[in-house]
């Protein structure tokens, strides 16, 4: 077996054991699945399972970066669309609100992993931040140099345009806003945020 073969199949039993724990975590929840039950699931020993992944919590990375890489190809696609900075920004902030409503809050099992990850304050969670606030930052840059949004730092804007807007995206924060009608629609807060851009 070459190693171009041999490099297929660990990535296929990567993606075996990433799809399974997925499944289980969906299913019993991220806190009563162990590396045990992911072996026995997939017919293999758990010391194979280790061969791949150190721990669970290793696996549980794994999906989370999965997951926000999924989210960050949303951004990219709507980053590249041939439209207004302020109609990428108001497409992307409101999409990706959905997502987190419908993956999120639809599925509490799956709300459980992100939420778990959050709170750890993992590198994945924090390098996909740094990365949508530069895809943001870009689409800023753009409608400045058009003449749409007043000159400033794209940089500094782009953070506080994920700060205006975090309660749409953050699982928890949108959780917690859902149901309440004390709190700024949707919509609206995107308008807002990007009226500030060019105010």
Request: glycine share 4%; with cysteine.
């Amino acid at each position: 077996m070459n190693t171009e073969t041999m490099e297929a199949a660990r990535q296929d039993t990567v993606m075996r054991i990433l799809d399974t724990a997925e499944k289980l975590f969906r299913h019993y929840g991220y806190g009563k699945t162990n590396v045990a039950d992911i072996a026995r699931e997939l017919g293999m020993s758990t010391a194979n399972i280790y061969r791949f992944f150190a721990s669970k919590v290793e696996i549980h990375q794994a999906l989370c970066s999965r997951m926000l890489g999924a989210s960050y190809d949303l951004a990219q696609r709507i980053a590249a669309l041939p439209l207004s900075a302020s109609e990428r920004l108001r497409r992307y902030t409101l999409e990706q609100h959905n997502l987190t409503m419908e993956t999120m809050m639809d599925e509490e099992k799956v709300h459980e992993m992100v939420v778990v990850a959050i709170e750890r304050e993992w590198h994945v969670i924090e390098r996909h931040i740094d990365r949508v606030n530069d895809l943001t930052a870009r689409i800023i840059a753009e409608g400045i140099a058009s003449g749409e949004f007043r000159k400033q730092d794209p940089h500094v804007a782009a953070k506080c345009f994920s700060a205006a807007t975090v309660m749409l995206c953050h699982p928890q924060m949108a959780a917690q806003s859902a149901a309440k009608e004390n709190r700024a629609q949707p919509h609206d807060l995107v308008d807002f945020a990007i009226q500030a851009l060019k105010a």
